[in-house]
């Protein structure tokens, strides 16, 4: 399966409904896996991978996607919780 979004490409690799490989950029395998996933509003191509495809993956559909919602969730909570980055203070600004 090709997927794209925002002129980004990645590639997920399903063999009997499991997603055994993903390959986006540099990353492949649960890496690639978990950048695709939280894209937004993704397009998807239905394509044919061959019967050459490699097999990095050995987890879940679900596990993949549940966790791929957890990640999404904990960096949309990041500055709430911490605020943001900032650089060092100038303590004299406040005087």
């Known amino acids: 399966m090709r997927v794209t979004a925002n002129a980004r490409v990645g590639r997920l690799n399903i ?10 950029g540099s990353l492949d395998g649960e890496d690639a896996a978990y950048d695709i996933l939280a894209w937004p509003v993704p397009e998807v191509q239905i394509e044919d991978a061959g019967d ?20 999404q969730d904990e960096s949309a909570a990041l500055p709430l919780e911490y605020g943001p980055v900032a650089g060092p203070r100038n303590h004299d600004e406040h005087r």
């Open 52 to 71: 050459h495809v490699k097999t990095l993956l050995r987890l879940s559909l679900n596990h993949l996607l549940m966790e791929s919602l957890r990640r």
């Open 15 to 24: 063999v009997k409904g499991d997603i055994v490989n993903a390959e986006c």
